[in-house]
């Protein structure tokens, strides 16, 4: 069994006119990747970028006209290279060098000051920065849990990382697992079909599959990256986005049937990849669900199937993120993103000389997010933009801390003139229980009557009803999921979607509740 450890951190770069400035990034990319042996995060031979190029430089630095939208690893790190070179960034960065500690100094509290120490071919040094940024990022540490697969210690055959993987020779006409349906576990299960005797894919939840074109050809984020769709993110309810983006998603093909379709009560998540369902469709993919247990030669699987006389394993379950070089309380503060503010600043500094850059999810090109927040971060190191005292953020993560611990649903009823009975679920309280103000789910083209309130809710619950000036746009066909089958008879409740004309009930922050629709209906004897 394959054991790792953190790898190092290497780069030290002083920057900027503010000071000294450290900053520790940790993508470490080389032309030879397959050679490499310094333990840092690398990448498969065949890797393309799922980003178009018109979506992911630097916006000083544009790729070259010549580049393909979606360029191999290598064009990219060409791309790195060319921008360090462009300016002159190079003699500022220590390479081979880590980073054992970064400590604050004694007079932390008047001048932010952090006491950094690193090492360099076994020589230590010391010395002092003005400022920190920590730019590690996700895919630090491989994420390998072995304990949530009974039996893989009995497992005789080969067991790694999809960091480990390379390229697909080694595993020529074996028996493939590869666990995790992320863009890693799809691309690398495509690249070993064309090799491997077989390729088994598992996935726990299910994804949506994108292609990297869109209609017309184009490069698909480029052309739904836009801020007309990021309006209507905003305001339209997220069960109808929903609805739209699975009717969207399976016109390419059935998601269902290709056994991607995502599991009911699962975040939804997406990939990108456009040869994964020919692979499925060829036979040379066979998707399963999560892996139950091991045997000595087998795969046992949720749904009950087996898999016998399998060689290799492929771990395509991400990476784990964490500081090593930081003190307590700061390297536990910075490991619960929670108490980053904004997902850059700590929140318990007297000093605002520390940031974390690029510890975000995201579905664009982390380059362009990942300038924003340095940009942001510098300005706030030199004193040109502000962040709220360190008493409003605090209060702010006790009060995140109290929605996360709060009960997901409260349930109220209605009845209907026809004595159909809807039962409407009014979800987790937008702001305080306090204010009355709930997302709120109602289907029917009937009038709602009350028939029972939210426990210690009553009041707020029904004011809000009776204070809205509401819009109600009616279906014109009812779907089957919004037919109330009463005998043969189907009874249609239409879905109402209500649109707010006037202002609702605010709180004294003057912040407006906000409205999203979905229900369950039951039929009442």
């Known amino acids: 069994m394959r054991t790792w450890s953190p790898p190092a951190l290497r780069e030290v770069t002083t920057l900027g006119d503010y000071g ?56 990219f790190w060409d791309y790195l290279q060319a921008f360090a070179k462009h300016f002159d960034l190079l003699k500022y960065i220590s390479f081979k060098t880590t980073v054992c500690s970064v400590t604050k100094c004694p007079d ?39 304990e949530s697969f009974p039996g893989v210690h009995n497992f005789q055959g080969q067991i790694l990382h999809s960091q480990e993987y390379r390229t697909p020779e080694a595993f020529q006409g074996k028996r493939v697992l590869v666990i995790g349906l992320g863009n890693t576990g799809g691309d690398i299960a495509v690249e ?21 074109s869109s209609v017309g050809g184009y490069p698909r984020n480029m052309m739904s990256t836009r801020r007309c769709n990021n309006l209507i993110a905003q ?24 056994g ?78 929670m108490f980053l503010y904004k997902r850059v600043f700590p929140q318990n500094l007297e000093k605002t000389t520390f940031a974390v850059i690029g510890l975000i999810s995201l579905t664009g090109s982390i380059l362009a997010a990942t300038e924003l927040q340095a940009r942001w971060a510098t300005r706030v190191f030199k004193g040109l933009c502000k962040i709220p005292p360190t008493q409003k953020l605090m209060a702010e993560v006790i009060r995140k801390q109290q929605l996360i611990k709060r009960p997901l649903a409260n349930t109220v009823s209605y009845y209907l003139p026809n004595k159909s009975r809807i039962q409407t679920l009014l979800m987790t309280p937008l702001l305080s229980p306090e204010t009355g103000l709930f997302r709120i789910l109602s289907v029917s083209h009937f009038p709602l009557c009350p028939l029972a309130q939210p426990q210690g809710q009553a009041a707020p619950c029904r004011s809000l009803f009776e204070d809205l000036q509401l819009h109600r746009v009616l279906s014109q066909k009812p779907s089957p999921a919004s037919t109330i089958h009463r005998g043969t008879k189907p009874l249609c409740a239409h879905i109402t979607l209500l649109a707010c004309c006037s202002p609702l009930t605010h709180t004294a922050s003057g912040a407006p509740a906000s409205l999203l629709f979905l229900t369950q209906a039951k039929h009442h004897p």
């Open 20 to 75: 000294s400035l450290l900053c520790v990034p940790s993508l470490h990319l080389s032309p030879s990747i397959e050679d490499s042996k310094d333990g840092m995060t690398r990448v498969y031979r065949s890797l393309v970028t799922n980003v178009c190029k018109e979506m992911s430089c630097y916006s000083d630095f544009p790729f070259q006209e010549d580049y393909p939208n979606f360029m191999s690893h290598g064009k």
């Open 108 to 146: 932390f509290s008047e001048n932010g000051q952090w006491d950094v120490v690193t090492e360099t071919e076994g020589k230590q040094n010391r010395a002092v920065f003005d400022a920190v940024m920590v730019c590690t990022g996700h895919f630090l540490n491989p994420h390998l849990p072995l």
């Open 192 to 212: 070993l079909s064309r090799t491997a005797a077989q390729v088994f894919l598992s996935t726990r939840t299910g994804t949506w599959v994108y292609s990297r």
């Open 235 to 258: 305001v339209v309810p997220s069960c109808f986005l929903n609805w739209i983006q699975e009717r969207q998603m399976n016109k390419r093909f059935n998601h269902e049937n290709y």
């Open 260 to 337: 991607l379709s995502i599991t009911k009560g699962k975040k939804k998540k997406a990939i990108v990849n456009d040869e994964l369902p020919t692979c499925i469709l060829c036979g040379t993919i066979t998707v399963k669900t999560s892996v139950k247990e091991f045997t000595e030669t087998s795969a046992v699987f949720e749904d009950g199937t087996v898999e016998t006389n399998m060689d290799t394993v492929i771990f395509a379950t991400g990476y784990t993120f964490s500081f090593p070089f930081l003190e307590e309380p700061l390297k536990s503060l910075c490991s619960k993103k």
